[in-house]
């Protein structure tokens, strides 16, 4: 295959991942009255998740 082919298929992963990751089932999962450490459950899982995503996209555009 072709490099920019199997770029473009993780990317196209890596959406399908973010979508998975911030959809209803998921998130009504983490939409809970508890804290870690003084931060809401929801709103920690939203953040890692989007950390996440951040890395593996940095991960797969500057792979050589």
């Known amino acids: 295959m072709i490099k920019s ?10 959406f399908l991942l973010g979508n998975a990751l911030f959809n209803y089932p ?3 999962l983490f939409n809970r009255h508890a804290t870690v450490a003084g931060i809401p459950l929801l709103y920690l899982y939203v953040f890692a998740a989007w950390a996440l995503l951040v890395v593996l996209l940095a991960f797969v555009v ?3």
């Open 5 to 14: 082919n199997v770029k473009g298929q993780r990317l196209a992963a890596l």
């Open 26 to 28: 998921l998130l009504a």
């Open 62 to 64: 500057e792979k050589k």
